[in-house]
């Protein structure tokens, strides 16, 4: 029985754009149907206009049938009726959609009390029961909780029970694991999984994540620029995509599969660096700053840190150990990962060593110079820039607003070399250049400049300061998969053409294997496993590295599996 | 392996040209006119402020004298026109100063933290525990009568409001990425301060201050009319009004209201366009 049937759906804005382009799709009883696309493509508005939730005097055209009624221009009564009782909604960021001055009991009995006269133990009832469906550990307590008590992952685990407590009968999931660490996502992809079979619900489930959709979905729509671009079994579209789009984002799309063609190719560029004796090909410190700057050591690694720690302590509350003990070690023009969920230090340690945060023990030796210390004079931070430069998580912040990208660049040479104003304007256009950018991108401020963009700026701006090691801090996580692949090649690029150092810190254990010969994994701010990238993936050897690889969904993903390897793994945390 | 080439446009920027309310149109007109008064005064009046009619006290508004004279028979247009100089010269000071020195304290307090922003703050708490009039008032009586005074009095007094608004500006700011992003670059704290983070503070800060300008000039009018600001016979709104009370028994109330109504103007249309300044920097602050 189709439950949800768009046809022919266009919405356009009072200013003309047209946002959707035709969409048409549906989602039968038990049936999960992936929505996919990058941001912009259109899925989440589509998603909404189910649920009647359009932008502002936008117009619209086809049809939306829900539950054999239609929804587009229903009166709001009727619109409040599908709301209540056919079809529900997650969102992606649960403590957004939480209001946090009140309890998760309220949160969950009110629409209980209210849109179904359940009486407030009834309504307890309910609640508790519904806890306990997504598997929250002690339900009895959890109702008296606030929200800022949950982690994420639990938090979405009560979102997804309030959207079951109306009984819907299709379940609407925007990006519902898209904010939630690889381990947690398989837990509430599982929880999902299990209610829609018990239900008997449909699911329109929208990601941006293709392996996840094809791991967990019947049937996918690709969506690009408003319009559909590929319809049809999930992992038939995964494995032989035929609209030209998917076929691009697939091949954009990083995997942990051993012997795929982009794994080989990147693996292959990465020992075309070791081999092409890096040294000589570095941009020379003795030209480019004059014959006063320091030469630099040829023996050893390039960066070596040993026995890294940082305790954070907190008022009223316990220490946290962020980083323990961390040694690493990378050669020159190397290139490591470091992987972890959030939490497990990961981002500290990238902190430590750009000098951000100052280590509490051990010790930063970057070419060959110790780098532990804070900076004092002028002279030594701007020693210590040069040796190691960073790229943020976030290109949205990380530029200033008001500056230009070629200003950003032209402050950093400016205040690292003694370039005259010609010249510095003509290495910023070749820095530009290098990272794929154009001339016309100098003069344009972040705001204008789409993430992609931005994120290349920020390495063109590391890359003035000509560092001995760049630090990546999920650099590509905020981005949409085909910008990230071209991110990752520019820096692919970079790494073939100047021997660039390289230390590359991720969640995403695909993007680390594209971009890393070797890798290490944190967990709770201790380094469990290290080793190469492909025999790490090939053949892990700690039980949290293998939870964390099973976790990234792929077709042939076995969610039971998943889910004992992680009731093995907190038992081993709680007995070590 | 290439750099796959984007489709490298780059994007217009999403702000969209907004109408200017015909309030906040009518007012920047308002401040214009006041504006142009004050400077050109000698050359738009009609009569010297302080020229005196013996065929004219208390005349109401003729072709000779468009708003009437006064009890001493001057012509209250001109007086008014001279007028608009202390009227619009002192809060102006005021305002530059308070802003240049809360500006200075906030940015201090805002970017080192600490024990600074801990003693700082509560001098502010101080200050503010005080009404801005009353400091005048003080100022006053140990400096003496006049502008001065007050105008430096009025000065520190205001100087908080502008200094609390940095100082959490600036902390909110501190903590962006993009700060962080200078400082591995090798950029030291006092450049990223001066030339970074306070020019992305100062709008929204200068928008606060052009309310201030409305506040101070309501307040330093009343100092005049107290007897305490300008002195006679300059021409001055506030101590026009003074000067007017006597006129106001005997049923003359064209003096007193005409510079009433004109501070009235003024101090609403100073409102106007700093609401909406702080509205429209406030929408498109740093991302």
Redesign the interface.
């Known amino acids: 029985m189709t439950l949800l049937d768009i046809s022919g759906l266009t919405l356009d804005l009072p200013n003309g754009n047209r946002l959707l382009d035709g969409i048409s799709l549906d989602v039968s009883a038990g049936e999960t149907v992936g929505l996919v696309g990058e941001s912009g493509s259109g899925k989440s508005v589509t998603a909404r206009s189910v649920l009647g939730l359009l932008p502002d005097r936008a117009t619209t055209g086809g049809s939306v049938r829900l539950d054999g009624r239609e929804v587009l221009g229903a009166p709001m009564g009727e619109l409040l009726d599908l709301r209540r009782h056919r079809a529900s909604m997650i969102f992606q960021d649960p403590r957004a959609g939480i209001n946090p001055m009140r309890t998760i009991g309220d949160h969950m009995t009110e629409t209980l009390r209210l849109c179904e006269g359940k009486s407030t133990a009834e309504a307890r009832a309910r609640a508790i029961e519904l806890l306990h469906a997504v598997r929250l550990p002690r339900p009895e307590d959890h109702l008296r909780q606030y929200p800022h008590e949950f982690s994420g992952g639990m938090l979405q685990r009560v979102m997804i029970a309030g959207a079951l407590t109306s009984s819907p009968r299709l379940l609407i999931c925007d990006e519902p694991t898209t904010a939630l660490d690889v381990t947690t996502q398989a837990e509430i992809i599982t929880v999902l999984a299990e209610q829609r079979a018990s239900r008997d619900m449909g699911m329109l489930f929208i990601t941006h994540d293709l392996n996840l959709a094809a791991s967990l979905c019947d049937r996918v729509v690709v969506m690009s620029g408003g319009r559909v671009e590929e319809h049809g079994d999930a992992r038939r579209v995964f494995r032989e995509p035929r609209a030209e789009y998917t076929k691009r984002l697939v091949a954009a799309t990083p995997t942990i599969a051993v012997g795929e063609a982009s794994v080989g190719?990147a693996v292959s560029?990465g020992e075309r660096i070791e081999t092409s004796a890096p040294d000589t090909r570095l941009p020379s410190a003795q030209s480019r700053y004059g014959a006063g700057a320091p030469t630099r050591p040829a023996a050893g690694p390039m960066l070596a840190t040993l026995g890294l720690s940082k305790t954070y302590h907190r008022r009223g509350k316990e220490p946290v150990r962020a980083v323990a003990d961390a040694s690493i070690e990378i050669a020159r023009g190397g290139a490591l990962g470091v992987v972890g969920e959030s939490g497990s230090g990961k981002s500290t340690l990238a902190r430590m060593i750009?000098?951000?945060e100052q280590a509490d023990a051990g010790d930063i030796r970057i070419a060959g110079r110790e780098r532990t210390a804070a900076p004092r004079t002028?002279d030594e931070?701007?020693a210590?820039?040069?040796s190691?430069?960073?790229v943020?998580?976030?290109p949205?912040?990380?530029?200033?607003?008001?500056?230009t990208a070629g200003r950003a660049i032209e402050?950093?040479l400016r205040?690292?070399t003694r370039l005259a104003s010609a010249e510095a304007r003509t290495r910023v256009l070749e820095l530009l250049d290098l990272?794929?950018?154009?001339e016309?991108?100098a003069n344009?401020?972040?705001?204008?400049?789409?993430g992609?963009?931005r994120q290349r700026v920020?390495i063109a701006?590391?890359l003035a300061?000509a560092p001995d090691v760049l630090v990546m801090d999920e650099a590509t996580s905020a981005l949409d998969v085909s910008v990230q692949a071209?991110v990752l090649?520019?820096v692919?690029?970079i790494r073939?053409e100047r021997g660039l150092t390289v230390l590359f810190i991720s969640h995403d254990l695909a993007v680390v294997r594209r971009v890393c010969e070797e890798t290490v994994v944190m967990k709770d701010g201790e380094i469990v496993e290290r080793g190469r990238t492909v025999r790490l993936l090939d053949a892990p050897e700690h039980p949290y590295t293998r939870l964390l690889i099973d976790s990234v969904p792929r077709p042939d993903w076995d969610l039971d599996a998943v889910m004992a390897e992680a009731s093995i793994d907190a038992l081993s945390a709680t007995q070590g | 392996m290439t750099t796959p080439t984007l489709a490298v446009k780059v994007l217009r920027a999403p702000r969209a040209r907004r109408r200017s309310s015909t309030t906040y149109l009518i007012s920047l007109g308002v401040l214009a006119v006041m504006t142009l008064a004050a400077v050109f005064a000698p050359l738009i009046a009609p009569y010297d402020p302080d020229q005196v009619d013996f065929s004219a006290f208390y005349a109401g508004p003729s072709p000779e004298h468009w708003l009437g004279t006064d009890g001493l028979g001057r012509d209250i247009l001109s007086r008014m026109i001279f007028g608009a100089r202390t009227a619009l010269l002192g809060p102006l000071l005021v305002v530059v100063s308070s802003t240049i020195l809360g500006v200075l304290l906030g940015l201090l307090a805002g970017w080192r933290g600490g024990w600074i922003d801990a003693v700082l703050g509560r001098i502010f708490d101080v200050i503010f525990a005080f009404p801005a009039l009353l400091i005048a008032i003080l100022a006053v009586a140990l400096f003496g009568k006049g502008l001065v005074a007050p105008v430096i009095a009025m000065s520190i007094a205001y100087a908080p409001f502008v200094a609390r608004l940095t100082r959490t500006l600036v902390a909110a700011e501190r903590n962006r990425p993009y700060v962080a992003a200078y400082r591995v670059q090798g950029f030291g704290g006092a450049w990223i301060a001066l030339r970074r983070v306070l020019p992305n503070v100062t709008p929204i800060v200068g928008a606060q201050s052009t309310l201030n300008f409305g506040y101070v000039l309501a307040e330093l009018a009343g100092l005049s009319f107290l007897g305490l600001g300008v002195q006679a016979p300059t021409a001055d709104w506030g101590a026009m009004i003074n000067e007017a009370q006597a006129g106001l028994i005997g049923g003359y109330f064209l003096p007193a209201l005409v510079p009433a109504v004109a501070v009235v103007i003024v101090v609403v249309a100073v409102n106007v366009v700093g609401e909406e300044l702080s509205d429209r920097i406030g929408g498109g602050t740093p991302a």
């Open positions: 190719r560029a750009v000098g951000l002028r931070r701007l210590h820039a040069r190691v430069q960073m943020f998580q976030d949205y912040l990380s530029l200033d607003p008001r500056i402050d950093a205040l690292h990272v794929g950018l154009a016309q991108h344009a401020r972040p705001r204008t400049l789409s992609g963009q920020a701006r590391a300061i071209q090649d520019v692919a690029e073939r």
